[in-house]
């Protein structure tokens, strides 16, 4: 059974990441869909200078829950990506995001961004305007786009980690797309999927009245049959 868990903030997935890291031979591949990028160092707001940084992202062993918890609680936003790679818990990162971004804090780390999503306060004023493009986000051919934009095909990473954070589906129609071939052949070859709620997030930019709930029950009923019923993680991440 395909195991699926929630956590309440994105970089919380990592504990997830890290025990499912733990029973391969190599790290995984992440394929991640934000409406933000997530790309930035990882403690780099936190620690005190590079060394303390450096120190830190050397102290984060994938077998070791421990270290992995005290990790998490270092982190701020956007910075779990960057602490995946280098800490061997991914080979690398393709982001799918609605936001473009000032830069990856790590080479292994790839956006692939919508170039004709609007910017914050357009969607923010007018966001009917902007319904067609939130709809589209799971549609094979767009999707097969961004994908192809990052080189990624996914039965050449059979067991990679599929990740969503849900401020990525701002619409009912998002998660059940006219043509779900790509969306299901992703699932389908992905050893993980983790979902990240976001809720103030999701209450901010959503146009149609979903919640983290029930969007976490529409992507059940994609691969119905496939996955267990979710983990809910706490907010400390375990």
Known sequence: MM?????????????????YRSTLAEAPAV??????????????RAAADEAERRKWIAAVDFREPAAVKA???????????????KAGIASRSIVVAHADHPGCADSRIQV??????????LLLNDPDRFRPLADRVFEEEWLAARLAAAGFVPEEHPGFI???????????????????????????????ITLSREDDWLRLLRIDPVTPD??????????SGEITEPVRRTRNGF
């Open 3 to 19: 195991r699926i868990e929630t956590v309440d903030l994105h970089h919380q997935v990592l504990t997830a990441w890290a025990s």
């Open 31 to 44: 394929v991640t869909f934000d409406h933000h990028t997530d790309t930035l160092p990882a403690f780099g």
């Open 71 to 85: 990790a998490i609680s270092r982190l701020c936003h956007d910075e779990h990506l960057d602490l995946a790679v």
């Open 112 to 121: 692939t961004a919508d170039a004709s999503w609007p910017d914050l306060n």
């Open 162 to 192: 599929f990740d969503l954070d849900l401020d990525y589906v701002l619409t009912e129609k998002a998660l059940r797309p006219d043509r779900p071939g790509l969306l299901c052949r992703l699932l389908a070859n992905a050893g993980l």
């Open 214 to 223: 029930s969007l976490v029950r529409q992507l059940m009923q994609t691969v």
